[in-house]
Protein backbone atom coordinates (compact mmCIF):
# COMPACT_ATOMS: atom_id res chain seq x y z
CA UNK A 1 0.00 0.00 0.00
CA UNK A 2 1.31 3.34 -0.84
CA UNK A 3 1.96 5.80 2.06
CA UNK A 4 1.14 9.34 2.24
CA UNK A 5 2.49 11.14 -0.58
CA UNK A 6 2.90 14.75 -1.50
CA UNK A 7 3.49 16.73 -4.66
CA UNK A 8 5.78 18.56 -5.71
CA UNK A 9 9.19 17.36 -3.79
CA UNK A 10 10.72 20.52 -4.35
CA UNK A 11 9.79 24.20 -5.02
CA UNK A 12 11.58 27.58 -5.88
CA UNK A 13 9.18 30.95 -5.91
CA UNK A 14 10.37 34.02 -5.39
CA UNK A 15 8.67 36.84 -2.70
CA UNK A 16 5.23 37.30 -2.98
CA UNK A 17 3.85 34.55 -4.79
CA UNK A 18 1.77 32.03 -4.10
CA UNK A 19 2.48 28.32 -4.01
CA UNK A 20 0.03 24.91 -3.73
CA UNK A 21 1.33 22.13 -2.09
CA UNK A 22 -0.69 19.07 -2.40
CA UNK A 23 -0.62 16.17 -0.27
CA UNK A 24 -2.39 12.29 -0.72
CA UNK A 25 -3.43 10.72 2.82
CA UNK A 26 -2.75 6.87 3.37
CA UNK A 27 -6.17 5.21 2.01
CA UNK A 28 -9.28 4.61 4.41
CA UNK A 29 -7.47 7.73 6.57
CA UNK A 30 -9.80 10.62 6.74
CA UNK A 31 -7.31 13.31 8.58
CA UNK A 32 -4.80 15.06 7.35
CA UNK A 33 -2.74 17.53 9.05
CA UNK A 34 0.29 20.35 7.58
CA UNK A 35 3.54 21.34 9.52
CA UNK A 36 5.94 23.24 8.69
CA UNK A 37 9.95 22.53 9.29
CA UNK A 38 12.46 25.55 9.10
CA UNK A 39 15.65 24.00 8.58
CA UNK A 40 17.55 23.39 11.66
CA UNK A 41 13.88 23.05 13.58
CA UNK A 42 11.45 20.36 14.62
CA UNK A 43 8.00 20.84 13.05
CA UNK A 44 5.18 23.17 13.49
CA UNK A 45 1.56 22.64 13.43
CA UNK A 46 -0.01 24.37 10.92
CA UNK A 47 -3.90 22.80 10.36
CA UNK A 48 -5.62 19.45 10.81
CA UNK A 49 -8.39 18.55 8.58
CA UNK A 50 -10.71 15.74 9.06
CA UNK A 51 -13.85 14.89 6.72
CA UNK A 52 -13.27 18.53 4.91
CA UNK A 53 -13.53 20.29 8.24
CA UNK A 54 -10.86 22.06 10.07
CA UNK A 55 -10.47 20.78 13.21
CA UNK A 56 -6.97 22.40 14.66
CA UNK A 57 -5.34 25.56 13.33
CA UNK A 58 -1.34 26.59 14.70
CA UNK A 59 0.35 29.98 15.44
CA UNK A 60 0.27 30.96 11.25
CA UNK A 61 -0.66 33.59 9.56
CA UNK A 62 -3.87 34.29 7.46
CA UNK A 63 -1.62 33.68 4.57
CA UNK A 64 -1.57 30.23 5.15
CA UNK A 65 -4.74 28.04 4.27
CA UNK A 66 -6.13 24.37 3.41
CA UNK A 67 -8.37 22.61 2.14
CA UNK A 68 -9.54 19.06 2.28
CA UNK A 69 -11.37 17.52 -0.54
CA UNK A 70 -14.00 14.45 -0.84
CA UNK A 71 -11.55 11.69 -1.56
CA UNK A 72 -9.87 13.05 1.84
CA UNK A 73 -6.95 14.81 0.00
CA UNK A 74 -5.28 18.19 1.00
CA UNK A 75 -3.82 21.21 -0.31
CA UNK A 76 -1.99 23.78 1.35
CA UNK A 77 -2.11 27.84 -0.31
CA UNK A 78 0.73 30.16 0.91
CA UNK A 79 -0.26 33.25 -0.22
CA UNK A 80 2.60 36.59 -0.52
CA UNK A 81 5.28 34.05 0.24
CA UNK A 82 8.44 35.81 2.70
CA UNK A 83 12.12 34.35 2.76
CA UNK A 84 11.11 33.07 5.98
CA UNK A 85 7.91 29.92 4.37
CA UNK A 86 10.94 28.53 2.95
CA UNK A 87 11.05 25.38 4.73
CA UNK A 88 10.08 22.03 4.01
CA UNK A 89 6.29 21.26 4.18
CA UNK A 90 5.31 18.01 5.85
CA UNK A 91 1.65 15.96 5.54
CA UNK A 92 0.85 13.57 7.63
CA UNK A 93 -2.72 11.66 7.34
CA UNK A 94 -4.62 9.18 10.58
CA UNK A 95 -7.35 7.32 10.04
CA UNK A 96 -9.29 9.74 11.91
CA UNK A 97 -7.43 12.67 13.76
CA UNK A 98 -8.05 11.56 17.11
CA UNK A 99 -5.19 11.47 19.91
CA UNK A 100 -5.00 7.57 19.82
CA UNK A 101 -4.55 7.40 16.06
CA UNK A 102 -1.05 7.16 14.88
CA UNK A 103 -0.12 9.72 12.48
CA UNK A 104 1.56 8.61 9.33
CA UNK A 105 4.43 11.39 7.73
CA UNK A 106 4.94 12.01 3.94
CA UNK A 107 8.23 12.84 2.45
CA UNK A 108 7.42 16.61 2.27
CA UNK A 109 7.90 19.28 0.22
CA UNK A 110 11.07 21.57 0.26
CA UNK A 111 10.01 24.72 -0.72
CA UNK A 112 12.83 27.84 -1.18
CA UNK A 113 11.44 31.44 -1.63
CA UNK A 114 14.10 33.66 -3.28
CA UNK B 1 3.35 27.20 27.55
CA UNK B 2 4.29 24.57 25.23
CA UNK B 3 7.54 23.58 24.65
CA UNK B 4 9.64 20.78 23.97
CA UNK B 5 13.53 20.61 24.75
CA UNK B 6 15.76 18.60 23.48
CA UNK B 7 19.83 18.81 23.46
CA UNK B 8 20.72 19.89 19.97
CA UNK B 9 23.81 17.01 19.58
CA UNK B 10 24.99 13.23 20.60
CA UNK B 11 28.00 11.72 19.10
CA UNK B 12 28.65 8.18 20.38
CA UNK B 13 31.20 4.70 18.84
CA UNK B 14 29.35 2.35 17.39
CA UNK B 15 28.11 -0.54 19.87
CA UNK B 16 27.71 2.23 22.69
CA UNK B 17 24.63 2.65 23.70
CA UNK B 18 22.74 6.16 22.91
CA UNK B 19 20.63 8.43 25.60
CA UNK B 20 18.43 11.18 23.92
CA UNK B 21 16.60 13.44 26.95
CA UNK B 22 13.65 15.33 26.33
CA UNK B 23 11.52 17.43 28.46
CA UNK B 24 8.04 18.43 27.70
CA UNK B 25 5.32 21.05 29.60
CA UNK B 26 2.00 20.00 28.75
CA UNK B 27 0.95 17.47 31.99
CA UNK B 28 -1.91 16.70 29.85
CA UNK B 29 -0.09 14.95 27.25
CA UNK B 30 -1.43 11.57 26.64
CA UNK B 31 0.99 10.05 24.28
CA UNK B 32 4.82 11.14 23.97
CA UNK B 33 6.62 10.08 20.32
CA UNK B 34 10.22 9.61 19.00
CA UNK B 35 10.32 9.55 15.34
CA UNK B 36 13.22 9.88 13.30
CA UNK B 37 14.52 11.63 10.27
CA UNK B 38 17.27 10.43 8.42
CA UNK B 39 18.80 13.65 5.73
CA UNK B 40 16.46 14.54 2.92
CA UNK B 41 13.15 12.76 4.57
CA UNK B 42 10.04 12.93 6.09
CA UNK B 43 9.24 11.33 9.43
CA UNK B 44 9.85 7.91 10.72
CA UNK B 45 7.72 6.83 13.72
CA UNK B 46 10.29 5.11 16.16
CA UNK B 47 8.11 4.49 19.29
CA UNK B 48 6.10 5.84 21.35
CA UNK B 49 4.59 5.99 25.12
CA UNK B 50 1.32 6.08 26.86
CA UNK B 51 1.30 8.64 29.67
CA UNK B 52 0.07 6.05 31.91
CA UNK B 53 3.40 3.77 31.94
CA UNK B 54 7.04 4.70 32.75
CA UNK B 55 9.13 2.36 30.44
CA UNK B 56 8.69 0.70 26.99
CA UNK B 57 11.08 -1.48 25.33
CA UNK B 58 10.96 -2.29 21.41
CA UNK B 59 13.82 -4.32 20.70
CA UNK B 60 17.16 -1.94 20.66
CA UNK B 61 14.84 1.01 21.73
CA UNK B 62 14.17 1.82 25.38
CA UNK B 63 11.92 4.78 26.30
CA UNK B 64 11.53 5.96 29.77
CA UNK B 65 9.33 8.34 30.97
CA UNK B 66 9.35 10.56 34.45
CA UNK B 67 5.90 12.22 34.49
CA UNK B 68 6.80 14.42 37.38
CA UNK B 69 9.71 15.80 36.32
CA UNK B 70 8.01 15.78 32.63
CA UNK B 71 11.18 14.09 30.81
CA UNK B 72 11.35 11.48 28.43
CA UNK B 73 14.52 9.59 27.35
CA UNK B 74 15.11 7.74 24.38
CA UNK B 75 18.01 4.33 25.24
CA UNK B 76 19.29 2.96 21.86
CA UNK B 77 21.24 0.32 22.74
CA UNK B 78 24.10 -1.41 20.18
CA UNK B 79 23.93 2.00 18.27
CA UNK B 80 24.90 1.54 14.35
CA UNK B 81 26.51 3.92 12.08
CA UNK B 82 22.88 3.24 10.11
CA UNK B 83 21.25 4.94 13.43
CA UNK B 84 22.74 8.73 12.50
CA UNK B 85 19.91 10.64 12.26
CA UNK B 86 18.29 13.69 14.06
CA UNK B 87 15.77 12.28 16.92
CA UNK B 88 12.28 14.17 17.64
CA UNK B 89 10.78 13.78 20.68
CA UNK B 90 6.98 14.86 20.29
CA UNK B 91 4.05 15.50 22.94
CA UNK B 92 0.05 14.93 22.01
CA UNK B 93 -1.14 17.25 24.90
CA UNK B 94 -4.79 15.97 25.58
CA UNK B 95 -7.25 18.60 24.46
CA UNK B 96 -5.60 19.36 21.15
CA UNK B 97 -6.93 16.98 18.46
CA UNK B 98 -4.01 15.72 16.83
CA UNK B 99 -1.82 18.15 17.24
CA UNK B 100 1.67 17.10 17.73
CA UNK B 101 4.29 19.60 19.42
CA UNK B 102 7.97 18.86 18.49
CA UNK B 103 11.19 19.57 20.21
CA UNK B 104 13.80 20.97 18.25
CA UNK B 105 15.80 17.82 17.45
CA UNK B 106 18.98 16.04 18.82
CA UNK B 107 21.75 15.07 15.67
CA UNK B 108 23.43 11.65 16.53
CA UNK B 109 26.47 11.13 15.16
CA UNK B 110 27.85 7.90 15.41
CA UNK B 111 31.28 7.21 14.93
CA UNK B 112 32.50 3.67 13.61
Known amino acids: DAGVTQSPTHLIKTRGQQVTLRCSPI?????VSWYQQVLGQGPQFIFQYYEKEERGRGNFPDRFSARQFPNYSSELNVNALLLGDSALYLC?????????????FGPGTRLTVL | GEDVEQSLFLSVREGDSSVINCTYT??????LYWYKQEPGAGLQLLTYIFSNMDMKQDQRLTVLLNKKDKHLSLRIADTQTGDSAIYFC????????????FGQGTELSVKP
Open chain 2, 26 to 31: DSSSTY
Open chain 1, 27 to 31: SGHKS
Open chain 2, 90 to 101: AELPYNQGGKLI
Open chain 1, 92 to 104: ASSLEGTISDEQF
